[in-house]
Nanobody, 127 residues
Framework: QVQLVESGGGLVQAGGSLRLSCAASGRTISSSAMAWFRQAPGKEREFVAF???????????DSVKGRFTISRDNNKNTVNTVSLQMNSLKPEDTAVYYC?????????????????WGQGTQVTVSS
């Protein structure tokens, strides 16, 4: 079983920046891709960003492309970290942000294709 713990959320003004982190521990997640999703009040959870195991492949939702950057650190012995740098934040970015891991290393943008999820971290962008 993989445990995912997100951190870094908070309240920021429009145009500001936040950096989210997700620490993954438990079973090895070698050859596993990770992603960030978000869910705004009254809306379905949506894909934000994807990164494969080696960081050689990333993919972003159109709504965040050019503003958000996903990265990961696989150098820890037991804990791997995936981060989401969010710049030029907009009020419409307000949501609970979740990190997720899937057993394969290929691109996936559907939340049903991910096996383990964190508890989420709130991001609020004020106008």
């Amino acid at each position: 079983q993989v445990q995912l713990v997100e951190s870094g959320g908070g309240l920021v003004q429009a145009g500001g920046s936040l950096r989210l982190s997700c620490a993954a521990s438990g079973r090895t997640i070698s050859s596993s891709a990770m992603a960030w999703f978000r869910q705004a009040p009254g809306k379905e959870r949506e894909f934000v960003a994807f990164i494969n195991w080696s960081s050689s492949s990333t993919y972003y939702a159109d709504s965040v492309k050019g503003r958000f950057t996903i990265s990961r650190d696989n150098n820890k012995n037991t804990v791997n970290t995936v981060s989401l740098q969010m710049n030029s934040l907009k009020p419409e970015d307000t949501a609970v942000y979740y990190c997720a891991v899937r057993r394969t290393n290929v691109l996936g943008i559907k939340d049903s294709s991910y096996d383990n999820w964190g508890q989420g971290t709130q991001v609020t962008v004020s106008s």
